[in-house]
């Protein structure tokens, strides 16, 4: 049996084992700290479920195998400074920015990229976190420690946030997702939409954007592009190259989800475009416990990471699909109930997006 090594082993690795098991495909997560290394086979692939990683003799060993997939990629895109630099080189809309050198100053970077100017660490941020604001009406100063570790970025009025899951094989064929809606809460994803019709009118030039990533870095798998939107022009805010959060609603929503997706491509099985079922959203579980009526939820399912529970920690995800939207209405509604009061934000924004016209 073929099998697919995967360099990490978070709710990532979980869910692309899970996918497996229809393609025959033994999936092995790795956890990077694990002392006995794997013994890779011919035809096996090393995948991963993750961008950065620590050095360790596990890291090292995945990372050196000649069926280490897309082994260029991740030192350009785990960091952000080369990440927006290949954004650049590529002419794809992103974000204005700097980076912030040893002898950066806030005043510099005010007169360069604005009021308000977004610090984020180069490498190691996620979920929100290696994030620092600059406001010049506060005299904020860059912390000494950021100096020659992060970029800074203008702050985008956006409309909305968009992200594109796309899939890329070894032949260079494309296959994408519809654009997903989500709201991020201090930074964290809190809830996805998808499809939505209102923004189909930007699924060309996103796959253009994201198909032109891919094809200049001869990607092979899933990657996602987070975008911002401003008026009808879509601006990149970051991409991840494997299965995102973005996509979990792939799993009730689309006939072969992106775990499956990704495997097909990194192991040479065909990729398809994804027929897309009814009206999908997932609401991320976020530093709560588990309440057992979430598997009562009509047309919902509950994937539950079994990690410890910890303040703004990703323990899981709930997602809602059915054909007609009054029923995916009905059962956030009946969640509703089962979430924390500061949920009620999240699901009020579903509930809004969900009402508008398509
Ligand atoms: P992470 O790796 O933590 O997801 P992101 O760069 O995606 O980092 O930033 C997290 C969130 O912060 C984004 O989803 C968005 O809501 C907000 N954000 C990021 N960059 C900007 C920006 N330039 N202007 C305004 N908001 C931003
Ligand atoms: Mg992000």
Not at 167 to 174: C, L
Request: charged residues 20%; proline residues 5%.
């Amino acid at each position: 049996m073929q099998t697919v090594w995967v360099l990490g082993a978070g709710q990532l690795g979980a869910m692309l084992q899970q996918a497996a098991y229809p393609l025959a495909l033994r999936v092995v997560p790795l956890e990077p700290e694990a002392t006995e290394l794997p013994e890779i086979k011919d035809g096996d692939v090393v995948t991963v479920e993750r961008e950065q990683w620590p050095v360790t003799p596990m890291t090292e060993f995945l990372s050196q195998q000649p069926s280490f997939m897309n082994a260029g990629i991740f030192g350009r895109i785990a960091d952000r400074l080369y990440q927006k630099q290949m954004l650049d080189e590529l002419e794809i809309a992103t974000a204005p920015w700097r980076e912030v050198q040893e002898s950066s100053s806030a005043e510099q970077l005010h007169t360069e990229l604005g009021e308000d100017v977004l610090l984020k660490r180069r490498t190691g941020g996620y979920d929100g976190k290696g994030q620092f604001w600059l406001y010049q009406d506060q005299g904020d100063e860059v912390p000494s420690d950021w100096l020659g570790h992060a970029i800074a970025e203008q702050k985008i009025p956006f409309e909305e946030e968009l992200s594109l899951v796309g899939a890329r094989d070894s032949s260079g064929k494309t296959v994408f997702y519809p654009l997903t809606l989500n709201l991020h809460s201090d930074g964290i994803l809190m809830a996805s939409v998808a499809p939505v019709n209102r923004v189909s009118h930007l699924q060309a030039q996103a796959e253009a954007m994201l198909s032109k990533i891919m094809d200049a870095s001869n990607y092979v798998g899933v990657m996602a592009m987070e975008c911002f939107r401003v008026g009808d022009q879509l601006m990149v805010n970051e991409l991840a190259p494997r299965v995102h959060n973005s996509g979990h609603w792939t799993q009730a929503g689309a006939c072969v989800n992106q775990f499956e997706m990704h495997l097909r491509a990194v192991s040479g099985l065909p990729i398809k475009a994804p027929e897309v079922r009814g009206q999908s959203v997932m609401i991320n579980i976020i530093g709560i416990e588990r309440d057992r009526h979430w598997l009562e939820i009509p047309c919902a399912r509950t994937y539950w990471y079994g990690k410890e529970v910890r303040k703004g920690r990703k323990v899981g995800h709930i997602n809602v699909n059915h054909p007609q939207k009054a029923a995916v209405q009905a059962a956030l509604t009946e969640l509703a109930a089962y979430l924390p009061e500061h949920y009620q934000t999240a699901l009020d924004w579903v509930q809004k997006e969900l009402r508008k016209a398509d």
